[in-house]
């Protein structure tokens, strides 16, 4: 968590900005300003930084990526950086490097514009949906889920049975092993999956909407923010953003593992109040503050 | 101080901002990323700001300029903010404007482009130079001046001459009073200055060149950068920047009463190294962290 305060400037908090790291692989998750001084604070290596996914252009979510584009290009990064985010991101990245043209890797931006979640990014282990939220301005939820891992083979059973690599190949893809003389030695028995695929959503900013607990159904941890206490639900209703209650029936309907929230207003930035709110219908609701780390 | 470090980020400093109070005026110089978080954090009142001095469109010392410009609105100001800068700061003030048109106070842009120190603002205390630096990129120093106050007139005289209202304006512009019989109240006798005139220069980012001390001679406080330990001075000259043990130098050759400085290289962020290699040239050589206090 790289910045847990919304727009206006709290002390203790940078705006939003998280770090995920996926098998080795390091993703940032919106870019506030301030998010490249967290990410030394908090030991997130700057530069292997792999992509960027910015949900929308207010400044609280983005102000911070000059100064990390810089600072990349500072360290000597010459692999291309991938920028995901809405259309008018565009032309910000286009001005940006019309005053840096000294910056030495190539920036790859990637507009999102879709109307239901899609897949935007898919990797060996990993698939990144994007997903339209609602707030004034084009703004996008991103959805981080594991695929489901090869089978592994148990060492003991290589030895027991004298398998072959084909045999292991086979195991591997999720078969029995059919032998020529008629033995079967069952993939149950000797292989196992190393991981259960897992999910992470970030939902910022939003005001509730109907699709949403279907289209963040079963994901093990939700971040979402929730930028007003519950006696603030008009003015959240007006600034299309979510109160503390409606986050945790979000997160009941929805059938999420946990939820971390965060974008406190500075209104209250005592995080423990958001949390007890969310805690009365959804337990295993957590306040996230600069620095915490979740692992899923 | 609100920011101390340089470029690169590091964990407990900024980059490069102050704030100056004069007579109840706050003025910010430089705003680098975090600066308006700094402001929050140290206690300095955002919505009472009052001009902004740039000194070159380095990222370290601009890239907080949107986030504070969008929160400014946010508070709701409606009076119009003044902007000093080089002249390429002009297209990025343009370039936020154009994607923030909900903004509503007016942004005055005032490019700077002289040869040697120029006044550049005054108030009826107070003159602001701007003066030419030597870094790669059009960059610029500010010295602020106090002006010579009025002179104060003591209260026990006004009783004891039983003085006008034109007899203490005239002890107020430095002159004497003569009055009709022939007596003589002579100022030097009734009245007072009130302060001596003080002055700040702030110079950062540069390496040293000939007009320097000439241009600061005598003021009370320099702040100077002093990115680099004297060790590395062919890296300092090579990206036109100044050590501490030059920075020290010019403070002497200046004749200033007090030397502060900053902007330390993030290969070496402590402190200390650098007060001390300033000492041994110029005992009144401090180095500034976040945070950091200096009545002038």
């Known amino acids: 968590m790289l910045g847990t305060a919304s727009a206006m400037p709290v002390p203790d908090r940078n705006p939003s900005a998280q770090a995920l790291c996926v098998h080795g692989r390091y993703f940032l998750v919106d870019c506030g300003e301030g998010a490249q001084r967290s990410m030394v604070r908090f030991g997130v290596p700057l530069q292997r930084l792999d992509t960027v ?4 252009i207010h400044g609280d979510h983005v102000y911070g990526l000059d100064g990390l584009l810089s600072t990349l290009a500072m360290g000597g990064r010459l692999a291309p950086l991938d920028i995901y985010g809405p259309r008018n991101l565009g032309p ?28 935007i990014l898919e990797t060996k282990s990993l698939e990144v949906l994007a997903l339209p939220l609602k707030h004034g301005v084009d703004t996008f939820g991103f959805i981080f889920r594991e ?9 003991e059973a290589i030895e027991k049975y004298g398998l072959t690599l084909t ?4 195991l591997k893809r999720g078969e029995d092993v059919l032998r020529e003389d008629g033995s079967c030695i069952p993939n149950a028995e000797v ?21 949403e607990a279907a289209w963040l159904q079963g994901v093990d941890v939700l971040y979402h923010e929730t930028t007003f206490l519950a006696e603030f639900e ?9 109160t503390t209650l409606q986050a945790a029936q979000l997160a009941l309907d929805a059938g999420v593992k946990k939820l971390v929230i965060g974008h406190y207003s500075s209104r209250t930035t005592d995080a423990s ?24």
Chains 1, 2 share one sequence.
């Open 234 to 242: 008009e003015q959240a209703a007006k600034r299309l953003h979510t």
């Open 167 to 170: 045999e292991i190949g086979t």
């Open 147 to 155: 695929k489901e891992p090869q089978w592994n083979v148990e060492k």
């Open 273 to 296: 109040l958001y949390e007890a709110e969310c805690r009365t219908l959804f337990p295993e609701s957590f306040a996230a503050s600069d620095g915490d780390v979740y692992e899923i």
């Open 191 to 211: 292989a196992y999956k190393p991981f259960a695929p897992r999910s992470y959503a970030f939902i910022s900013d939003t005001a509730p909407f109907p699709e």
């Open 92 to 119: 910000m990245l286009k001005f940006f490097l019309s005053y840096n043209e000294w910056i030495g890797y190539e920036l790859r931006f990637h507009p999102l514009e879709m109307k239901a979640p899609e897949v």
């Open 53 to 56: 996914f910015i949900s929308h």
